[in-house]
């Protein structure tokens, strides 16, 4: 017999007595609702606590205030979606004051090496967030793949106000997760750090050292 | 300290823990940190129905160990037709063969891995290390436990019994880093040195937070980064999980998340969550082509057999016992000698290595209790302390002992004390006189009593027992 | 661990007082002191005079069969259907807590768990079922409460002391630092485990006496033996009662029954 059928064998024919199904009470999750703005403010609160940084823009104004960041930054250049509007809009915008717009469409072990040294920002679109941890949701895709929003040391992230969720549970069921999951979802609620030094906290360990979110309301 | 797993003797806890006590750095490096863990997991549960969640966290851990068998074939079920290849260990040893000879059919020679405590129990570093095959730690915690040669002092937070002068020198010496007490300077410069790493690694190896068989869904927990580039950037990823891991519905993992992460670090949410349902579709763009999870049992299905032992298996990996036990906090992790320390280490062990080998852990504890105050899901520890302690010494006719190696601590001369307490305590007669005659008696006391004395003066019997002055007033 | 919503009983005309191996060969005169506040609330206290020891050494040993024989020889000291009374959080929490398991699947099971259900420890007893109003005839005082890890978590009573000790008008309770961290005591850990528990009470002796109150009070004899036994044999200025003889020597006009 194989591993897995002594496994489950053993399981199945445990010694001890019927095992009880509890019922599981998910009400402690509940938050009474909230209004857009009162979620964006919980969100800031939360992910600035853990060095996260949230611009407040309009859909007007974000590429303005998106240019001012990298320069601020040096960034060189910055790594944006081929397909997505994010990546429309930055190509259309014309501006003379916006880094140099990187696009990668091919598989990663041609870009990998480069993306690993030379590129110093990234961009991506969100599914939304969640207030009560200041988290962002990403569901990585062909157009806006996973090392895009780990790899550059500065992940920009765009957010848009009314995606906010108030919990997690809200998140998964309004937008019906179980019903299909992608290869990979992220919860992303700050920038990248580790408190494995005599936990003084240090950020950019692996990932990104800055997070930087546009909400746009 | 260092021990290299393959020759720590457990049974020798006694000399560690004096050895232990005895450290000034160690006390001070230890009570720190639990202090600040402890204060940051109180400040992250504030506003929160803590108890109907513990009693969520619970519930969920109990349906899942309920429906155990079922759930791990809807698991690989799932997981299988989204592309993950599920293979299933038997104990320890089986699980590193059937990793090498993953990492054989590739020709891998270099493995990269995020912080897997599953992969610390069975050894895998030294099993590929002994088959050709290098294995580099990329958490920054792992990764400087594993320049010292040692292992983890803490299931969370590997290296909390270094400091950072201690922590500089090993970098110093091991990687050629400035002599430097700037954290963010070493962190930087770890950084460096592993970037190249994940882009060279053949394999990437993980653990497993949460297994959630409704969709296929394979779920971790980190801050630093290190976990998601070791599942996307090298080729092909191995995720190694205890079978006992595995929950019945994606909402479950929410609540769980919330327990863990305020448990382990008192963190609302760690910076990443990160969920893997398959390896890469033809057209992404990253991700391994190739993705693993072997199902790891190694006594895990022993522990099943019980229902009062079962509830060992309800555990989340979390670290709070240990951050709140008193004991960890002055012995630190190394002093149990296992790969688990502190309160879960001590009722966890004994199934993985026998009770023979681990007859000190059940008895080193006062049975304080703030371990599972504190167990997001409410596993009675002391309880099951007890119990492992009955089994230690065949202690209970009516329910007979079965952990392997029970027994083993049974003593006869032990066995003859408690025999004879039992006499006189169950005779109402032999215990009046026999307390009586103590009391008379007393200043014959000896002053040395072992143990205690050494610390504390003896207990001074009374001139007249309570009894006997009840029955002066004629009560 | 503690029970989640507690039902105290009405006030009584009787109790059993179960006294306690410890209360009974070392600190006779708590037990005394906790009769006596008993009375003095009314009530008849009945001493069975059979009673030994609750079993709890050897079940916390791990040797079941011989604290299963103890145990159940107290099973037959409480006839009538009133509350048994305990000055103590640890014996109280392993006859209320672990007396049902011990007895499961045993002829004695019902029995033991209606004892179970009608175990109280002493001092929660006088403050949730007499409501005990008490009046402080001592002199100004200071003093810091020792509460044990069976009274905080097993019996769920740490506000209990420090509420009765409130009612006192001159005495001031003052705080230690880690209060709820364990004073090493644990039974047969202290001598299984010498040096870790001589770490433990030491840590604890230091944060007692860094309050300045120079005396504190338990409800437990066995805490009260391990960290009293500390401070005398390393000359630290830290005395120690059980909380019954402290109440009761506060309250009682003249010399009373005890030391």
Known sequence: MNSRDTILQRLRERSGGKLNQPECDFSVLERPSSSVAERVEQFQKIIESVHGEVHRCTPESWIAQLAGILSSRGARNLLIPAAHQIGQALRDSGRDDLPELLIYDEPVRSWQAHMFNEVDASITSTRGGIAETGSLILWPTPDEPRLMSLVPPIHVAVLEASGLYTTFHEAMRVQNWKSGMPTNALLISGPSKTADIEQTLAYGVHGPKELIVLVIE | MTQAPHHTDVREFHPRARAAIADPKIRKNFRKAMDGLITKRKDAFEGWDLEALRDLGANIRLRALANLPDLLEQLEKKLTENGVKVHWAIDGDEACRIIRDICVARNAKTV???????????????????????????????????????????????????????ISELMHEKTGTDLSSDVEYLTASARQQLREKFMNADVGVSGVNFAVAETGTLCLVENEGNGRMTTTVPPCHIAVTGIEKVVGNLEDVVPLL????????????????????????????????????????????????????????????????????????????????????????????P?????????????????????????????????????????????????????????????????????????????????????????????????KLGGWTRYRTAPKLAARTLHERMKERGQ | ??????????????????????????????????????????????????????????????????????????????????????????????????????????????????????????????????????????????????????????????????????????????????????????????????????????????????????????????????????????????????????LWERTNPGKGDNS
């Open chain 2, 112 to 166: 990269i891995k995020g912080k897997s405590m599953v992969t610390e129990e069975m050894e895998l570093n030294h099993y590929l290390d002994d088959h050709d095959i290098e294995a580099l730690e990329s958490d920054l915690g792992e990764y400087i436990v594993q320049l010292a040669g040692e292992t983890p002092s803490h299931i969370i937070m590997p290296a909390i019994h270094k400091n950072t002068g201690e």
């Open chain 2, 258 to 349: 919330a327990l863990l992460t305020r448990s382990a670090t008192g963190q609302h949410i760690t910076t990443y969550f990160n969920m893997i349902s398959g390896p890469r579709k033809p057209e992404e763009l990253d991700g391994p082509e190739e993705v693993h999870l072997v199902l790891v049992d190694n006594g895990r299905s022993s522990i099943y057999q019980d229902d009062e032992l079962l509830d060992t298996l309800r555990c989340i990996r979390c670290g709070a016992c240990m951050n709140h036990c008193p004991v960890y906090t002055r012995v630190g992790g190394h002093t149990y000698g296992t790969t688990y320390p502190g309160p879960i280490g001590k009722i966890l062990m």
């Open chain 2, 351 to 447: 199934h993985l290595i026998g009770l023979d080998e681990g007859r000190h852990l059940p008895t080193a504890s006062s049975l304080c209790g703030a371990c599972g105050e504190v167990c997001p899901v409410k596993i009675p520890i002391p309880d099951l302390l007890v119990r492992l302690r009955q089994e230690s010494v065949d202690g209970d006719k009516l329910n007979p002992a079965k952990v392997r190696g029970h027994g083993a601590k049974r003593g006869t001369l032990e066995a003859l004390v408690w025999r004879g307490w039992s006499w006189m305590h169950a005779r109402p007669g032999a215990y009046r006189l026999g307390t009586t005659v103590a009391s008379r008696l007393r200043r014959l006391q000896p002053g």
């Open chain 3, 1 to 246: 661990m503690a029970d989640p919503i507690k039902v105290y009983p009405p006030k009584p005309s009787h109790v059993y007082f179960y006294a306690t191996c410890l209360v009974d060969m070392f600190y006779p005169d708590a037990g005394m002191a906790g009769i006596q506040l008993l009375e003095r609330e009314g009530i008849r206290v009945i001493f069975p005079e059979d009673q030994t020891c609750c079993g709890q050494p050897a079940y916390t040993s791990g040797y079941h069969d011989e604290a299963r024989a103890v145990a159940r020889a107290q099973l037959d000291l409480f006839p009538e259907d009133w509350p048994i009374v305990v000055p103590s959080g640890s014996c109280g929490g392993m006859m209320r807590k672990h007396y049902p398991g011990l007895f499961r699947n045993t002829d004695q099971e019902t029995k033991a768990a209606g004892i179970a259900a009608r175990t109280w420890e002493l001092t929660d007893f006088l403050l949730n079922v007499c409501h005990i109003k008490l009046e402080d005839l001592g002199e100004p005082t200071n003093v810091a409460m020792h509460t044990s890890c069976s009274a905080r978590r097993e019996m769920g009573i740490a506000e209990v002391g420090p509420r009765l000790i409130g009612q006192l008008n001159n005495v001031n309770l003052v705080e230690q630092v880690r209060a709820e961290e364990c004073c090493g005591f644990g039974g047969t850990f202290a001598v299984r485990h010498p040096e870790i528990s001589g770490a433990m009470v030491s840590e604890k002796v230091d944060t007692l006496t860094d309050t300045g109150a120079g005396a504190f009070v338990t409800t437990d004899c066995g805490c009260l033996m391990n960290i009293a036994g500390f401070a005398e044999k390393n000359q630290k200025p830290l005395s120690g009662q059980h909380i019954l003889s402290f």
